[in-house]
């Protein structure tokens, strides 16, 4: 008789499942601020997180085989050979280069293969979930620390050239803040839910981050996470809703009463000693962010022709048309100048066809994260949801969304909570 011991599989340690998890979560935020830090120690630009970034991509490519996801298969398989035949349209236009197209396609997707591996991975230990939010979590926390205390004593690079803000040495602004930001959305369902309050203290440093990187999509975010969770407070009871319309109204009511005091003491105590911080705020709501860009690409998408505007000219020969029009002192002769609107961005460069893929599958997931809240009203359904309008939200109107590597840890984690969000749960 064979010893059952002997047959039976070993099972793999939570704690290699852990490592795991960091270096796809929280380590990425580690290499970026070194990969900043080099490029401003030798003056020259640093590859350390596009060789990071493609190491995980490599090991995450033999996961989409060993998983039962058909979609997102067939969305790779297609969105790589569409790819594939669109390069022999490029190529004759008026600037090509296939290995900043394959940089640039492999940015959008890169979150996408990291989804197979991850898939895979919480199969194994559904638990991971709970571990991948609090490295989330600390992922917002590390970037903060470093931004703040860069802030303080005056080193990293400036958000504004001169002006105001800083991001340390990321390199990214708005990809940064889009990671604080949605880390800060994880940060208070991690309050609420599990009444832990040292949460709500990095809720507090990460506020404090974003206001010193001074973009215009990591101020309103915020002002508009706390607006959201302002009304969770106020209905969700751990899990569900479940407290009656009065209570509710009277929470909200003195809730929105301290979040004014709050806004009323920031505005007199810090926006009016940054005179050109208070300026963007105050163009928030007199101007569309970007509008010179807009403007540039939209005359090229439109004066381009038939053929181009179905197929795209590729990212590089789009960006490089819009850096001629685009008046700036910096120059961007070498790789061009996007729009910084994903909307823009993927249309421009890849077309109707492959471009409003990439724009209509998040908002796909934006829609499925919609019903799984009304199917099942949770707090953690109503925390992804939050954090794909934000994500939605910066996408549309400040890019550095859907193609930026930064923000893809946070994305898989959206994207498959949307997807078994009837199979996975952070227990309490």
Not at 228 to 245: P, Y
Not at 290 to 299: G, K, V
Not at 301 to 307: A, M, P, T, V
Not at 338 to 357: C, F, S
Request: hydrophobic content about 50%.
């Amino acid at each position: 008789m064979i010893d059952n011991e002997v047959n039976k599989k070993k099972k793999i340690p939570k704690s290699i499942f852990v490592v795991i998890l960091f270096f796809i979560f929280l380590f990425p935020a580690m290499i970026d601020l070194m990969n900043g830090f080099i490029s401003a120690l030798t003056g020259n630009e640093s590859s350390l997180g596009v060789i990071y970034r493609g190491c995980l991509l490599i090991v995450s490519i033999p996961f989409i085989f060993f998983i039962t996801r058909s979609d997102l298969q067939l969305f790779l398989l297609f969105t790589c050979s569409l790819f594939i035949g669109l390069n022999f349209y490029w190529v004759v236009l008026d600037y090509y280069s296939l290995v900043r197209e394959i940089q640039q396609l492999l940015r959008i997707l890169y979150p996408y293969f990291l989804l197979g591996m991850i898939i895979y991975l919480f199969k194994k230990r559904a638990e991971l979930l709970q571990t991948a939010l609090s490295f989330l979590s600390y992922n917002g926390l590390f970037s903060s620390l470093a931004i703040v205390f860069s802030f303080l004593f005056g080193f990293g690079y400036e958000t504004y050239e001169g002006i105001f803000g800083s991001t340390s040495f990321f390199k990214a602004q708005n990809d940064i803040s889009l990671v604080i930001l949605l880390s800060n959305v994880i940060n208070l369902y991690l309050y609420i839910s599990y009444k832990n309050k040292k949460k709500l203290v990095l809720f507090g440093i990460n506020f404090l981050a974003l206001l010193m990187i001074g973009t215009r999509a990591g101020i309103l975010g915020t002002v508009l996470t706390l607006i959201f969770f302002l009304i969770a407070f106020a209905t969700f009871s751990k899990k569900e809703i479940k407290r009656s319309l009065i209570k509710r109204g009277l929470i909200i009511s003195s809730s929105l009463l301290a979040f004014v005091s709050v806004g009323y003491y920031i505005y007199f105590n810090i926006f009016l000693q940054y005179k050109y911080l208070l300026d963007k705020m105050v163009l928030l709501t007199s101007q569309i962010p970007r509008d010179s860009l807009t403007t540039i690409a939209s005359d090229r998408i439109l004066e381009r022709g038939f053929l181009n505007n179905i197929f795209g000219e590729g990212y590089l020969s789009f960006s490089k048309h819009i850096a001629m029009q685009y008046s700036s002192k910096k120059d961007f002769s070498q790789y061009g100048k996007l729009v910084e609107q994903d909307l823009y961005d993927m249309v421009g460069a890849y077309g109707v066809v492959l471009g409003l893929i990439f724009i209509l599958v998040p908002v796909s997931f934006l829609v499925k994260s919609t019903f799984n809240f009304i199917y099942k009203r949770t707090l953690l359904n109503f925390t992804i949801l939050i954090m794909m309008l934000l994500f939605i939200f910066q996408s549309f109107l400040a890019g550095h969304a859907i193609n930026s590597p930064t923000v893809s840890a946070v994305v898989i984690i959206m994207y498959f909570q949307i997807l078994y969000h009837k199979e996975f749960y952070v227990t309490n």
